[in-house]
Structure formats: structure tokens, C-alpha cells
């Protein structure tokens, strides 16, 4: 009578070694299993391959972002800069600013509107744990009224630089050319391109949504929690049954109130 160890090994249980298997123990298990006749086996087989083609792919992804870093900042000291809130219509605008070293990889680093805020908050706790430095700044709603997005975004962006307190080889920002550094260079989607620039995104959306869900607890029923400061319908409900609050772009409101009221 065969003991266990000496058992073949069902289709069954094939398939869950398959599906728990590494990216490196796949090839082999592939190669050992690959001429199984089962079809359990086979389709086993085949969706542990496309894992392995998707993980790698991703691999390559990220790498290819700290390659293009590397080759935009001549390997010296890099600054990646990146911005959220400018369109929205409450809340500030911040600016995440964020230096990484070459070691160790984030995996999974990407541009913050690619990702789930669960995965979002998990890597600004990875990035929070190995980024040589972060910066952040907020511009808040009256100084954008009173100066104007372009100029808030500058200040923005330069207070964010300093706050790391770091003198850079190259300052790398999403977007198009904002003057706000010597040795300024701008990548347009820079944020999906760039892990520096990447971080940054996701330091500073992860920063920002938590301070309007804080906001929304100080100023009820405008869905702040919900909308992030956005232009939601129900947001922009709310700004026309209560008026504005100290939070609102007064400038970015007109719109929506014939009279704005502040409180």
C-alpha cells in the first residue's frame, strides 16, 4: 500500500501548490507539471504562468521608474515634487516633495490615481520608513484667492523643497515647467514615470485626504470626507443650502452662489 510520500499527487492538490507558489518556484513546478494530461493541472499551470508574466512586468515597471530617476538626476541627490488639490474647490493645495535612495526598491510605487487609497496609505508608510527625506507644504483657500493658483503653486512647491532640507543635484516635478528651482526638471505624467515624483503624489494625496476627512468633523454636511474638497454634486448641494465656509476658494465658487456667504 503506498504511503503518503509515495502517493501521486492529485490534480487538487497540484492546483494549490501552483497557486501559492512563488514567482521564483513557478518555472520548475511549471517544467514538472507541464505535460500532466489533467486539465485541472494544465489550467493550473497556465494561470500560475500569467502570474509570473504579470508580476515580472511589474518588477520591470518600477525598476524602470529608479532608471529614469537615475538618468534625470545624473545619479546625484533628486528631489521628486508633486502636487493635489488644484482643482479643488476647498481645502489647500499641498505639495508632497520626497527624496529616495536608490535602495531599497518600493515596489508597487506608482502614481497616486493609480492606486486604492488602502494601497496608497500602505506605501506612504513604506515611504515614510526609507525616504532619505519629505517634505510637505499647504497653501491654504485665502492665499490662493488672494494670489491665484499659478503663484500658490510656486510657493507650494518651493516651501515643499525646502522643507526637506536638502540640497539637490535635480528637483523633478510632474507636469510643466514651474520656475520655482535652478535645477528644476519638469516630466509630463512624471508621476506614473518617476519614483520620486510618484512618492511625492502619494505622500501628498495621503497627507491631504486625511486632513479633509479631519476638516469634514469641523465643518459637517459639506461631504468633505467624501469628496476631498472636490466638486461633487453633493458638495456643491451643500455650498448653495449653507454658503461657504473659511475652507471654499471663494474665487473658485462663483458658480454655484449668486451672493457667497462666508462664516
Same mark, same amino acid.
Given at each position: 500500500? %503506498?504511503?503518503?510520500a509515495? /502517493? =501521486?499527487?492529485?490534480a487538487?492538490?497540484?492546483?494549490a501548490?501552483?497557486?501559492? %507558489?512563488s514567482?521564483?518556484?513557478i518555472?520548475?513546478?511549471a517544467?514538472?507539471? +507541464?505535460?500532466?494530461p489533467?486539465?485541472?493541472v494544465?489550467? %493550473?499551470?497556465?494561470?500560475?504562468? &500569467? *502570474?509570473?508574466?504579470?508580476?515580472q ?7 524602470n521608474m529608479?532608471r529614469?530617476?537615475?538618468?534625470l538626476?545624473?545619479?546625484?541627490i533628486v528631489?521628486g515634487?508633486?502636487?493635489? +488639490?488644484?482643482g ?12 529616495? =535612495? ?10 497616486s490615481?493609480?492606486?486604492t487609497?488602502a494601497r /496608497?496609505?500602505?506605501?506612504a508608510?513604506?515611504i515614510?520608513?526609507v525616504?532619505? $527625506?519629505? +517634505?510637505?507644504?499647504?497653501?491654504? =483657500?485665502?492665499?490662493?484667492?488672494a494670489v491665484?493658483?499659478? $503663484?500658490?503653486l *510656486?510657493?507650494?512647491m518651493a516651501?515643499a523643497i525646502?522643507?526637506?532640507g536638502?540640497?539637490p543635484d ?5 507636469g510643466n =515647467?514651474?520656475?520655482?528651482h535652478e535645477?528644476?526638471r519638469c516630466?509630463?505624467k512624471?508621476?506614473a ?6 512618492? %511625492?503624489?502619494?505622500?501628498? &494625496?495621503?497627507?491631504?485626504?486625511e486632513?479633509?476627512?479631519?476638516l469634514?468633523?469641523e465643518?459637517?454636511g459639506y461631504h468633505?470626507a467624501?469628496? &476631498? ?6 458638495h456643491?448641494?451643500?455650498?448653495r443650502?449653507?454658503?461657504?465656509t473659511p475652507?471654499? *476658494?471663494a474665487?473658485?465658487?462663483g ?8 462664516f
Amino acid at each position: 500500500m %503506498a504511503t503518503d510520500a509515495q /502517493r =501521486p499527487a492529485s490534480a487538487r492538490e497540484i492546483a494549490a501548490l501552483l497557486a501559492e %507558489a512563488s514567482c521564483d518556484e513557478i518555472t520548475a513546478l511549471a517544467q514538472r507539471y +507541464g505535460d500532466d494530461p489533467r486539465k485541472q493541472v494544465q489550467k %493550473a499551470v497556465a494561470s500560475a504562468l &500569467k *502570474r509570473t508574466e504579470r508580476e515580472q512586468a511589474e518588477r520591470e515597471r518600477v525598476l524602470n521608474m529608479y532608471r529614469y530617476q537615475h538618468e534625470l538626476s545624473g545619479g546625484g541627490i533628486v528631489i521628486g515634487v508633486d502636487e493635489v +488639490g488644484r482643482g479643488a474647490i476647498a481645502g489647500p493645495l499641498t505639495v508632497g516633495a520626497v527624496v529616495l =535612495p536608490d535602495e531599497p526598491i518600493i515596489w508597487g510605487i506608482n502614481d497616486s490615481k493609480q492606486l486604492t487609497p488602502a494601497r /496608497r496609505e500602505a506605501l506612504a508608510g513604506h515611504i515614510a520608513e526609507v525616504a532619505i $527625506s519629505i +517634505g510637505i507644504a499647504h497653501i491654504e =483657500p485665502a492665499s490662493i484667492d488672494a494670489v491665484g493658483m499659478a $503663484s500658490a503653486l *510656486r510657493m507650494a512647491m518651493a516651501q515643499a523643497i525646502a522643507d526637506c532640507g536638502i540640497e539637490p543635484d535635480a528637483v523633478l516635478i510632474d507636469g510643466n =515647467p514651474v520656475h520655482v528651482h535652478e535645477r528644476e526638471r519638469c516630466v509630463v505624467k512624471g508621476d506614473a514615470r518617476v519614483a520620486c515624483i510618484a512618492a %511625492a503624489s502619494i505622500v501628498a &494625496k495621503v497627507t491631504r485626504d486625511e486632513l479633509m476627512i479631519a476638516l469634514d468633523e469641523e465643518y459637517p454636511g459639506y461631504h468633505l470626507a467624501e469628496c &476631498k474638497g472636490y466638486g461633487s454634486a453633493e458638495h456643491i448641494a451643500a455650498i448653495r443650502e449653507k454658503g461657504l465656509t473659511p475652507l471654499h *476658494r471663494a474665487t473658485f465658487c462663483g458658480n454655484f452662489l449668486e451672493t457667497p456667504r462666508l462664516f
